[in-house]
């Protein structure tokens, strides 16, 4: 009888046990944060949170880890065995989309949504430059000119009320820019593969096979569509040529997501009034390039994702991630790996 209680009582006893052995923790490399944010994360979840400077010291410590925050490289990824989750500081993941990671089964995530605010802030102050011709008056200002007649004739203001903006790409930045643009008195056309719920703010939604109808119609395009195979040269001779004349071109996603020369073209024939880039291709714009001649395209070195708010915002997803992560639940901002966002 004691021997049948025993038998009963041994996996019993062994759950107990076994709950009473301390659980190995993830193991998560970090990149890029200060010691206080690591610190912090520490805090939010049960994870070894390891920091390392470079690539080269995330490789002496990938090995055996479980996660990895901010940089990601076809070598790291390699080198990371046990690898279940990378997290990395950008919306753009084209950069990422090598076959180690786009067959593995590492979940990426990435920043989409959270830099939206400062981007579409960046593209609506690009298209307020060229259309309230701050481009032209502020360089002024080292002359200290007044040129106030050649701003009431020749070179007047134009004012956004009334005008069409099409967004081509319309997440969690486009959303935005659409959003802004609305506040201003436009019409906004949002051009994106997926359905798109009403919005108020919106006024038609279409596919991109659907681009060459909308187009004549656009006073402004904005570009915010990720860099994918499908949306490389996306705005091309074509596009442009479609485009009114006199209307804007604004990039704020990825550089080869429109054709340079196709723009250069436009430009030179004067079917766009300007332009305004914060991406381009290649980056950085080398010298001598044409782009640069231009007195009507207003170029910014790719800082649109830039803002004093951005750092806090990527705490708060990467705390509530490594979170969900130790816990075994649903991660936020995933990609779908295959379509690149």
């Keep these: 009888m004691n021997r049948i209680r025993l038998a009963w009582l041994a996996p019993c006893l062994l759950v107990l046990t076994s709950a009473a052995w301390p659980q190995t923790k993830p193991?998560?490399?970090?990149?890029?944060?200060?010691?206080?944010?690591?610190?912090?994360?520490?805090?939010?979840?049960?994870?070894?949170?390891?920091?390392?400077?470079d690539a080269d010291e995330a490789l002496g410590e990938i090995s055996d880890a479980d996660a990895l925050l901010g940089i990601?490289?076809?070598?790291?990824?390699?080198?990371g065995k046990e690898l279940r989750w990378i997290q990395v500081y950008s919306a753009g993941v084209d950069r990422?989309?090598?076959?180690?990671?786009?067959?593995?089964?590492?979940?990426?995530?990435?920043?989409?949504?959270?830099?939206?605010?400062?981007?579409?802030?960046?593209?609506?102050?690009?298209?307020?430059?060229?259309?309230?011709?701050?481009?032209d008056i502020i360089p002024r200002r080292a002359a200290q000119e007044w040129p106030i007649e050649e701003f009431r004739t020749t070179r007047r203001p134009i004012e956004l009320h009334g005008k069409t903006a099409v967004v081509i790409g319309f997440g969690g930045i486009g959303t935005q820019i659409g959003q802004r643009a609305a506040a201003f008195g436009m019409k906004v056309i949002a051009v994106d593969p997926k359905d798109i719920?009403?919005?108020?703010?919106?006024?038609?939604?279409?596919?991109?096979?659907?681009?060459?109808?909308?187009?004549?119609?656009?006073?402004?395009?904005?570009?915010?569509?990720?860099?994918?195979?499908?949306?490389?040269?996306?705005?091309?001779?074509?596009?442009?040529?479609l485009m009114k004349q006199g209307s804007?071109?604004?990039a704020v996603s990825r550089g080869k997501t429109y054709d340079k020369g196709a723009l250069v073209k436009a430009l030179d024939e004067q079917r766009l009034a300007g332009a305004g880039l914060d991406v381009t291709d290649p980056?950085?714009?080398?010298?001598?390039?044409?782009?640069?001649?231009?007195?009507?395209?207003?170029?910014?070195?790719?800082?649109?994702?830039?803002?004093?708010?951005?750092?806090?915002?990527?705490?708060?997803?990467?705390?509530?991630?490594?979170?969900?992560?130790?816990?075994?639940?649903?991660?936020?901002?995933?990609?779908?790996?295959?379509?690149?966002?």
């Design 27 to 53: 193991k998560i490399v970090v990149t890029g944060l200060t010691p206080a944010e690591v610190t912090e994360l520490a805090q939010a979840a049960a994870a070894d949170f390891i920091p390392v400077a």
């Design 72 to 79: 990601c490289s076809q070598e790291l990824v390699r080198a």
């Design 96 to 135: 990422y989309r090598f076959p180690e990671l786009l067959s593995s089964d590492i979940t990426l995530t990435n920043l989409k949504i959270l830099q939206g605010p400062e981007i579409a802030d960046h593209a609506l102050a690009l298209l307020l430059a060229l259309t309230r011709r701050l481009n």
């Design 197 to 241: 719920p009403f919005l108020f703010f919106m006024d038609r939604a279409v596919r991109p096979d659907q681009l060459h109808e909308v187009l004549p119609q656009a006073d402004v395009v904005f570009m915010a569509v990720p860099h994918t195979p499908e949306s490389e040269r996306m705005m091309g001779n074509a596009e442009f040529e």
């Design 248 to 250: 804007h071109f604004i």
């Design 283 to 341: 980056e950085p714009l080398p010298k001598g390039d044409p782009l640069w001649e231009f007195e009507n395209v207003v170029i910014t070195p790719h800082i649109a994702g830039q803002s004093d708010h951005i750092r806090d915002r990527r705490q708060a997803l990467l705390k509530e991630n490594a979170r969900r992560f130790v816990d075994g639940k649903p991660l936020l901002n995933i990609v779908d790996k295959q379509k690149g966002y």
